[in-house]
């Protein structure tokens, strides 16, 4: 028992050792990465095809409850549909070339290549948090996006959040502004809530689907600042805020707080509330502003009779529709893992797997013991 109980602890404390010099070593990378992170942002474009992905998940399921004979016969029928489809698809684009040189248009020019390539839907998500990170990659994304995209192709846009900082959802409103500015049309599709900034940002979209329970709206702006000016008075602790400008600071967080700081501070709330209004009314026009810009939410199904959704629906039913009529690709910005990250998800991975061989010999030595 004695010799178990020796070997355990100088087997632990090879573990504890192993496991701090780990975490040091992931910390110092990390805080390296870090420090780097504003010199290698660089990332990349990834494109992944939607319709291949929906063809082979219904090739799957055709295999699945066709015989051999069935699936053969109905492959043969897409074949022959599809170079029917494509003959016909260069049938028009000659049409097409021979209208426009007989009208001394030139074929080349940005019209004619608009009508001779068939439609496009780019496809990119947004899941919003309360800074809305997700805006660093959305700029790429749509950067990619509209230098490709003809007048006649789509936009839709996944998008998940329920708001947070004014700046930084307004930044990322106005880069869907961008689709608007290249004349793109803009589908937004809301599966789970668009509320406070993620309806700032719904608004820019020339059409908004929304599921029956997704919760939109909450026009409105919220603060909330915690004050621990009294708890640090009763220990006789003072604090001392110093501010250059009668409105530098309206409240504070440990100072104490007055009844013209906070007058000040709602009224800058007001103001904040009255450009969100604006800037929803200028997009929506046929918004009753006084019934839908009070804070309230609602689902989407209450949301269509008020005027804030277009249409209910979910976002699958969105692609499936769009895979009948055009190619769909779905785009996302990767952003460059720093030294210090990769290192730290393959170091987190080892360690893990560490702790599993540790346990599994800890229990076999109690059991041989």
Same mark, same amino acid.
């Given at each position: 028992?004695?010799?178990?109980?020796?070997?355990?602890?100088?087997?632990?404390?090879?573990?504890?050792?192993?496991?701090?010099?780990?975490?040091?070593?992931?910390?110092?990378?990390?805080?390296?990465?870090?420090?780097?992170?504003?010199?290698?942002?660089?990332?990349?474009?990834?494109?992944?095809?939607?319709?291949? !992905?929906?063809?082979?998940?219904?090739?799957?399921?055709?295999?699945?409850?066709?015989?051999?004979?069935?699936?053969?016969?109905?492959?043969?029928?897409?074949?022959?549909?599809?170079?029917?489809?494509?003959?016909?698809?260069?049938?028009?684009?000659?049409?097409?070339?021979? &209208?426009? /040189?007989?009208?001394?248009?030139?074929?080349?020019?940005?019209?004619?290549?608009?009508?001779?390539?068939?439609?496009?839907?780019?496809?990119?998500?947004?899941?919003?948090?309360?800074?809305?990170?997700?805006?660093?990659?959305?700029?790429?994304?749509?950067?990619?996006?509209?230098?490709?995209?003809?007048?006649?192709?789509?936009?839709?846009?996944?998008?998940?959040?329920?708001?947070?900082?004014?700046?930084?959802?307004?930044?990322?409103?106005?880069?869907?502004?961008?689709?608007?500015?290249?004349?793109?049309?803009?589908?937004?599709?809301?599966?789970?809530?668009?509320?406070?900034?993620?309806?700032?940002?719904?608004?820019?979209?020339?059409?908004?689907?929304a599921a029956p329970f997704a919760l939109v709206?909450?026009?409105?702006?919220?603060?909330?600042?915690?004050?621990?000016?009294?708890?640090?008075?009763?220990?006789?602790?003072?604090?001392?805020?110093?501010?250059?400008?009668?409105?530098?600071?309206?409240? =504070?967080?440990?100072? !104490?707080?007055?009844?013209?700081?906070?007058?000040?501070?709602?009224?800058?709330?007001?103001?904040?509330?009255? $450009?969100?209004?604006?800037?929803?009314?200028? &997009?929506?026009? &046929?918004?009753?502003?006084?019934?839908?810009?009070?804070?309230?939410?609602?689902?989407?199904?209450?949301?269509?009779?008020?005027?804030?959704?277009?249409?209910?629906?979910?976002?699958?039913?969105? $692609?499936? !529709?769009?895979?009948?009529?055009?190619?769909? $690709?779905?785009?996302?910005?990767?952003?460059? /893992?720093?030294?210090? !990250?990769?290192?730290?998800?393959?170091?987190?991975?080892?360690?893990? $797997?560490?702790?599993?061989?540790?346990?599994? /010999?800890?229990?076999?030595?109690?059991? =041989?013991?």
């Amino acid at each position: 028992m004695l010799d178990f109980l020796y070997d355990y602890g100088l087997f632990l404390a090879k573990v504890i050792t192993f496991c701090v010099a780990a975490i040091v070593v992931i910390g110092i990378l990390v805080m390296a990465g870090q420090n780097r992170r504003q010199h290698s942002k660089a990332g990349h474009i990834e494109v992944r095809n939607l319709n291949e !992905e929906f063809e082979d998940m219904t090739d799957t399921l055709d295999h699945a409850m066709m015989d051999k004979f069935q699936f053969k016969q109905l492959r043969k029928a897409q074949e022959k549909a599809d170079k029917i489809q494509t003959k016909q698809d260069k049938a028009e684009a000659k049409k097409q070339a021979k &209208q426009a /040189k007989a009208e001394g248009i030139d074929a080349a020019s940005e019209e004619n290549l608009v009508a001779n390539v068939k439609k496009r839907t780019f496809v990119i998500d947004f899941d919003g948090d309360i800074k809305a990170s997700a805006v660093e990659f959305l700029r790429h994304e749509i950067s990619a996006i509209i230098s490709v995209a003809k007048i006649t192709d789509e936009i839709i846009l996944r998008l998940d959040s329920s708001g947070g900082m004014v700046h930084t959802y307004g930044l990322a409103a106005s880069q869907l502004g961008r689709i608007n500015s290249a004349k793109i049309p803009l589908t937004i599709c809301v599966d789970q809530v668009a509320a406070s900034g993620g309806y700032m940002m719904a608004c820019m979209a020339n059409h908004i689907t929304a599921a029956p329970f997704a919760l939109v709206g909450s026009i409105g702006v919220v603060a909330e600042v915690p004050n621990v000016h009294r708890l640090l008075k009763k220990h006789s602790i003072d604090v001392e805020v110093l501010t250059a400008g009668e409105h530098k600071r309206s409240l =504070t967080v440990i100072g !104490e707080n007055t009844r013209k700081g906070r007058d000040k501070f709602v009224e800058d709330l007001q103001q904040t509330h009255g $450009l969100f209004k604006s800037w929803v009314k200028l &997009q929506r026009p &046929q918004l009753d502003m006084d019934q839908v810009a009070n804070g309230d939410v609602w689902y989407g199904q209450q949301a269509i009779e008020l005027g804030l959704v277009d249409a209910v629906g979910t976002s699958d039913e969105v $692609l499936q !529709e769009a895979v009948k009529q055009s190619d769909v $690709l779905l785009i996302e910005y990767v952003a460059k /893992k720093t030294i210090g !990250e990769r290192f730290g998800i393959a170091a987190a991975t080892g360690i893990g $797997l560490f702790g599993d061989r540790v346990w599994s /010999k800890i229990r076999r030595q109690s059991i =041989t013991h």
